[in-house]
C-alpha cells in the first residue's frame, strides 16, 4: 500500500499497464512519463529491467529515424528492432505478475462517490450513450471518481467490457464510431476523448480516458484495476435487456430467443449474448 500511495497519477497507470500484460499498453504509458517518474521507477527493483529495455528501443529509435519510420510504415521487420522489442515483451511478463501486488493491496475507499459531481455524471452519460455498441456488456468506473477523491483537473476513468471472444480492436471501432458525433477531437492513442460543449447533457465535461477488456475478469487486478476503486456502471443482464437498450441502434436483432438470449448483427459482427454473458462469432 506505501508504495502505491507513493506513485504519481502516470506511475499508477504505468503500473495498470503493467498489470494487464500488454506490451504496447505499457509502451505507451511509459511515454507519458516523466524523466523523474521514470527514474523513481527504475529504483523499484522489479521494474529497473524493464525500464531498461524500453529505454534501448526509444534510444534505437532515435539512432535510426530512417528503419525506426520505415518499420512504423510498413511493419517490415528490422532485424534489430524485432530483437529489443522481443526483450521488451520478456520483461513485460516477467514484471506482470509483481504488477498484481500493488494493486490487490489498495483498500477500498472510505469516500462516498461524488453523485451529483461533474464527473460522475459525465460517466453515466457516457455509458448510456454507449449502451447501444453492440457487444459492449458491461461499462466499469475505476480510479479517483470511483473512489470519491477526483479533483476539478482529474479524467473520468472507465473500462469497458466486450463479448466474450470479441477481438478488442473491432471493439474499439464500434465504440469509436458511436463516439464520433459528440467528441470534440479524435480519441487519441491513449484513448482519451473529450465530450464537445453540451453534449449529452453536458456543459462542459472532464476528459474521459478508458480501457477495453474482452471478458469481465475473475480479479480486477489480471486488468490493471484494484478492487478497492472498482464501480459497476452497466452489467448486461440478458439477451432481451440488450435488444431493448438498443432500441435507437440500426440493425438490430437477427433473433431472438425464448430463453432471453439474441443474435445482433453490426459491421459484419454476428453476437450472440445470453444471461450475462456473452459469445461471438464472425
Known sequence: MALWENLSRC??????????GRGEEVRIEFHRLSQDERHALSQIPELGGLILTIEAE???RIDHPRESFDHLVSGRPVPEMKALRAATHATVRRSTRWAHGPLASVPPSDKPIHEDGLHYRTALAVAE???????LVGVVLFGSVARGE?????DVDMLLVGARG???????????????PVIADNVARDMQFELRPGKLGIAQAPKVHFMLEQSFPSKWEDVGLDSGSVHLLR??????DLVTRRADANPLATRTFDSGAALLHQ?????????ADAQHRI
Open 235 to 240: 452489467k448486461l443482464q440478458n439477451g432481451a
Open 166 to 180: 470479441m477481438r478488442t480492436d473491432r471493439l474499439y471501432g464500434l465504440v469509436v464510431d458511436r463516439l464520433e
Open 129 to 135: 450513450y454507449l449502451s447501444p455498441v453492440v457487444g
Open 11 to 20: 506511475q499508477r497507470d504505468f503500473v495498470r499497464s503493467l498489470a494487464r
Open 58 to 60: 526509444n534510444t534505437w
Open 267 to 275: 459491421r459484419g459482427a454476428d453476437i450472440m449474448v445470453h444471461s
Open 150 to 154: 477526483e479533483r476539478s483537473d482529474s
